[in-house]
T-cell receptor, first 117, second 109 residues
Framework: GAVVSQHPSWVICKSGTSVKIECRSL??????MFWYRQFPKQSLMLMAT?????????EQGVEKDKFLINHASLTLSTLTVTSAHPEDSSFYIC?????????????FGPGTRLTVT | DAKTTQPNSMESNEEEPVHLPCNHS???????IHWYRQLPSQGPEYVIH???SNVNNRMASLAIAEDRKSSTLILHRATLRDAAVYYC??????????FGPGTRLSVLP
């Protein structure tokens, strides 16, 4: 199946700094990518949907100025957590939709664990 | 989004079959039934999906009730590596995946 990668796999940063997480579709083009957040023992929650070349659509309750999403190419989307705080510590997972597949399959990355100290 | 109901947790013994149920009484005619699983500290992994007929692949089998209001994921021989959270998700063509709490499967040696 198609592969989605994320970088870094884990990151520790100090409170107040910004962190960028990359999501890449390795062997397909993804005009749409999704960012999820998962707190311990909880399920995945969709944060935003990003379409290549246009602004991201954020879910209710997600601050667009804090979680900056850029989807500048068909294989790369980035999530920047600005002015990170300890409550932003979470597991961030991206997903990419393969429009080349018959059923618009969606593939998930391995996740990035963010710890804010 | 159509909702699914799964047991919070299940246990199985290693090398025995596991049947993971999912109820989806409000499923629409065009909703596909997807199963993903998530191992600790990893992203969700595709397991299987189907529309109306039962499906088999190298990982599992999916049994879909005739009225499509429930389905069962079958792992034929559970291994320790199958311990994960299993998510049953209904998804219409091109829609997002909406994750519920899933079923946490424990496999006992």
């Amino acid at each position: 199946g198609a592969v989605v990668s994320q970088h870094p796999s884990w990151v520790i940063c100090k409170s107040g700094t910004s962190v960028k997480i990359e999501c890449r579709s390795l062997d397909f083009q993804a005009t749409t990518m999704f960012w999820y957040r998962q707190f311990p023992k909880q399920s995945l929650m969709l944060m935003a949907t990003s379409n290549e070349g246009s602004k991201a659509t954020y879910e209710q309750g997600v601050e667009k100025d804090k979680f900056l999403i850029n989807h500048a190419s068909l294989t790369l989307s980035t999530l920047t957590v600005t002015s990170a705080h300890p409550e932003d510590s979470s597991f961030y997972i991206c997903s990419a939709r393969d429009y080349g597949s018959d059923s618009y399959e969606q593939y998930f990355g391995p996740g990035t664990r963010l710890t804010v100290t | 989004d159509a909702k699914t109901t799964q047991p919070n947790s299940m246990e199985s013994n290693e090398e025995e079959p596991v049947h993971l149920p999912c109820n989806h009484s409000t499923i629409s005619g065009t909703d596909y039934i997807h199963w993903y699983r998530q191992l600790p500290s990893q992203g969700p992994e595709y397991v299987i999906h189907g529309l109306t007929s039962n499906v088999n692949n190298r990982m599992a089998s999916l049994a879909i009730a005739e009225d499509r209001k429930s389905s069962t994921l079958i792992l034929h021989r559970a291994t320790l590596r199958d311990a994960a959270v299993y998510y049953c998700i209904l998804r219409n063509y091109g829609q997002n995946f909406v994750f519920g709490p899933g079923t946490r499967l424990s496999v006992l040696p």
